[in-house]
């Protein structure tokens, strides 16, 4: 069975710091592109971060720029998140497909389960 199971999620002060991680297991994930993508309560679902399988390609939303870094293993990705906002808070979900705009558009063929971050102000 193919996963992409998300951690590091939690309630952070604005300002403040969290990383969040991706493990995928039943496949590899290696030549995929992987990424992240966030839905708040009552929006449509958005794109954070995604990077190309070789990691030489990283995408960022406007929104994010700055203050968000994605990485990532072979079959693992993170995301680094600084300088917390409120209107960050939402559910993270991880994504991965065979096309870096795939994950960039937030159609991806695989996805986790999701982490919930929370900002408080």
């Known amino acids: 069975q193919v996963q992409l199971v998300e951690s590091g999620g939690g309630l952070v002060q604005a300002g403040g710091s969290l990383r969040l991680s991706c493990a995928a297991s039943?496949?590899?994930?290696?030549?995929?592109?992987m990424g992240w993508c966030r839905q708040a309560p009552g929006k449509e679902r958005e794109f954070v971060a995604a990077?190309?399988?070789?990691?030489?390609i990283k995408n960022y939303a406007d929104s994010v720029k700055g203050r968000f870094t994605i990485s990532r293993g072979k079959d693992t990705v993170y995301l680094q998140m600084n300088s917390l906002k409120p209107e960050d808070t939402a559910v993270y979900y991880c994504?991965?497909?065979?096309?870096?705009?795939?994950?960039?558009?937030?159609?991806?063929?695989?996805w986790g389960q999701g982490t919930q971050v929370t900002v408080s102000s």
């Open positions: 994504a991965a497909d065979g096309a870096l705009a795939v994950v960039t558009g937030c159609r991806a063929g695989y």
């Open positions: 990077i190309h399988w070789t990691g030489a």
């Open positions: 039943g496949r590899t994930f290696s030549n995929y592109a």
